[in-house]
Nanobody, 121 residues
Framework: QVQLVESGGGLSQPGGSLNLSCVAS????????MGWYRQRPQKQREVVAT???????RYSDSVKGRFTISRDNAKNTVYLQMDSLKTEDTAVYYC???????????????WGQGTQVFVAP
């Protein structure tokens, strides 16, 4: 089993910054991907950014150039630095991890409990 504990989030004005972090604990063969998803009000959950354990990073077009994902493999932690926040970034942000529990196994998917980000004047 893998547990993901998120921290950060909260309230910001437009143009402001917030930082999220997520620590993974448990046991695995490979912590392949860690990333962030969000669910805006009355919208489906969507990917924000992902980072592989080999350094491959992807962003959604809506956050590219404003958000930065980083990962500390030694600490099993992923961060999301959110700058130039917009009101449409208001959402519950979820940490995600894709884990290979043992060699040659399929990837298992884990989620954090979610943290609220609210951007308003």
């Amino acid at each position: 089993q893998v547990q993901l504990v998120e921290s950060g989030g909260g309230l910001s004005q437009p143009g402001g910054s917030l930082n999220l972090s997520c620590v993974a604990s448990g046991s695995w063969y490979s912590l392949r991907y860690m990333g962030w998803y969000r669910q805006r009000p009355q919208k489906q959950r969507e990917v924000v950014a992902t980072a592989s354990n080999t350094g491959s990073i992807r962003y959604s077009d809506s956050v590219k150039g404003r958000f930065t994902i980083s990962r500390d493999n030694a600490k099993n932690t992923v961060y999301l630095q959110m700058d130039s926040l917009k009101t449409e970034d208001t959402a519950v942000y979820y940490c995600n991890a894709e884990v290979r529990p043992y060699s040659h196994a399929d990837l298992d998917d884990y989620w954090g409990q979610g943290t609220q980000v609210f951007v308003a004047p």
